[in-house]
């Protein structure tokens, strides 16, 4: 059995894989190397015949998240490396990467440089999450979003039911790991240029990502988020109440809807916090 497992999900990535592949061999000869096809229509199914490595097809498409997940199940290693199979992830920084799981770490991040972010708009976002997770989490969060990373497969496999089948799956493993006390390492990296066209689509993708910001929250802790949500609005109802008092002499309907907004939000908090932990709650 190998020590390590190298999981690249692929959606019509043969370009890329016909290099990355070869690149992994040589850097990792020991390792397994599982490349989850994602509904695949090209030839990468044929790319990986031609290196020797497992390829694990799907008849259509489920997503970058549940391609994880596939790979993740499938991996014999204890330690499970994911990089996309879009050619952007150096294979030369496994082991640097890997040792660092040696130091005590349950989970190292290929953190990017700004000149690795795929432009200004991405870059921009990127540092909103790092800056909205470090602040929940009370622990510096250099790169929410890097799909690059090295994880103890026992750690990884607890939260693999958490795991959305979108391009999401980073921030909720990195999150999952901080709320359940397991270290979370950051190596510097130099991320390369992809190779062929993204399938993230700006406009689509674009909600979904201002999603994850309010996911970030809910997964670690939903009072540090529903407890200033719930201030605002105790806060307006006052101010609201002082403004019509002083003109009108009376308390309106629109100041008492404010003050049992900000409780029923309070309490939404509060469910919320238990139901987090027990999803968290580990199964043996």
């Not at 991996?75 to 996309?84: K, Q, R, T």
């Not at 990502?209 to 309010?214: A, E, G, N, S, V």
């Not at 100041?255 to 987090?276: C, H, K, P, R, Y």
């Amino acid at each position: 059995m190998s020590r390590i497992s190298i999981i690249l999900p692929a959606k019509n990535e043969a370009a890329a894989l016909k290099n990355l592949l070869p690149r992994l061999t040589a850097a990792q000869p020991g390792a397994e190397i599982i490349v989850v096809d994602d509904g695949s229509t090209d030839d990468t199914r044929a790319v990986c015949a031609a290196s020797a490595v497992t390829c694990l097809s799907s008849p259509y498409s489920m997503g970058n998240g549940a391609a994880i997940k596939r790979g993740a199940r499938k991996a014999s290693g204890e330690i499970l490396v994911f990089m996309d199979g879009d050619g952007q992830h150096d294979p030369a920084d496994i082991d640097r990467m890997v040792a660092r799981l040696d130091q005590g770490f349950d989970m190292v991040v290929g953190a990017r440089d700004w000149e690795s972010q795929a432009g200004v708009g991405r870059g921009l976002a990127n540092t909103l999450y790092n800056w909205l997770a470090s602040r929940m989490t009370g622990h510096v969060v250099a790169d929410l979003t890097s799909g690059f990373r090295v994880a103890r497969a026992e750690r990884f496999r607890e939260f693999i039911h958490l795991l959305p089948n979108g391009f999401s799956y980073p921030t909720t493993s990195t999150m999952a790991f901080f709320r359940s006390a397991y270290g979370v390492a950051y190596e510097p990296i130099k991320a390369a240029e992809r190779v062929g066209k993204s399938h993230i689509k700006p406009l689509k993708d674009g909600i979904r990502f201002l999603l994850i910001i309010f996911k970030i929250a809910t997964l670690y802790s939903p009072l540090k988020l529903f407890v200033p949500v719930s201030f605002l609005f105790f806060l307006a109802g006052c101010v609201n109440y002082a403004f019509t008092f002083l003109t009108y002499g009376r308390l309106t309907n629109g100041s008492t809807l404010m003050w049992s907004a900000s409780v029923i939000v309070f309490l939404i908090g509060l469910v919320s916090e238990q139901i987090t932990s027990l999803t968290y709650r580990r199964t043996d």
